[in-house]
């Protein structure tokens, strides 16, 4: 319980030291702009791909498995679209992010911390903490809505595709469902929650990396741990949220 502490404490320090305003915003922004690059941009390929084939199976099971002559045939569509827009695409799809980004994120700082670099930044009297995990958690706060909106998208093409090439039902009637009683609110629903993930995949990752202590296998550690507690924060901030905005 004592190691759960300090560990919640360290975290809150770390996060107290690099919520500072950047000494060159030039620097920040630079870094910003990478980092967008890397943990969002270079995700956009394996979020579409898998909403995709997501919104593809979804459609097919729930055509295969409630398929009966006394629900409408505008069903499939309407579970389809409530299933990506409540949880899929915001909590589920930041889920597999953790494991893509967090792990990346925990390593690079990991291996910056055993190779010294980190130390060499402190001696030059650079706000380490500052200057590394804030571009970080702001890129992963800018893209993560946006890679949800992707994912949405995606899916929705992916449940129209079983339609068109799989044959599985009428396009008409899978649009009336897509369309049926649809609440907007559902939609910003799941951009709040997924800057509530990001934050949590970010932080959480770039502190243990950041905290490493040891060699090479400390940072394999450490990215584990990373993508295991980012998972069940995320499950947990899951669990909070839906009541909130419900």
Not at 15 to 31: A, L
Not at 137 to 164: H, N, Q, R, Y
Not at 191 to 197: E, G, N, Q
Request: glycine share 8%.
């Amino acid at each position: 319980m004592s190691k759960a502490l300090q560990t919640i404490g360290r975290y809150f320090m770390l996060m107290g030291r690099t919520f500072t305003r950047p000494e060159r915003m030039y620097m920040y922004f630079r870094q910003y702009r990478a980092e967008l690059s890397k943990l969002g941009v270079d995700s956009i390929g394996i979020v579409l791909l898998i909403s995709f084939f997501i919104g593809a199976v979804i459609t097919i099971q729930i055509k295969l498995n409630i398929e009966s002559p006394w629900m409408p045939r505008w069903t499939v569509g309407y579970v389809t679209r409530e299933i990506m827009l409540l949880e899929f695409s915001s909590s589920i799809m930041c889920l597999i992010l953790a494991g893509k980004v967090g792990s990346n994120i925990a390593s690079e700082l990991g291996t910056m911390r055993v190779t010294q670099q980190i130390d060499a930044l402190e001696i030059m009297g650079v706000n380490s903490a500052n200057y590394l995990i804030l571009p970080k958690i702001t890129a992963m706060v800018t893209m993560i809505p946006i890679l949800v909106v992707f994912s949405i998208f995606a899916g929705i093409i992916g449940a129209f595709c079983t339609c068109w090439f799989g044959h599985m039902m009428n396009a008409v009637d899978l649009e009336y469902g897509l369309q049926y009683m649809f609440v907007e609110w559902y939609v910003w629903g799941g951009i709040i929650k997924s800057v509530v993930f990001a934050f949590i995949i970010s932080s959480v990752s770039a502190f243990f990396g950041y905290t490493v202590e040891g060699g090479s296998i400390a940072v394999g550690k450490a990215s584990t741990d990373a993508v295991v507690t980012s998972s069940v924060l995320i499950l947990f901030a899951d669990l909070v949220m839906t009541q909130l905005l419900s």
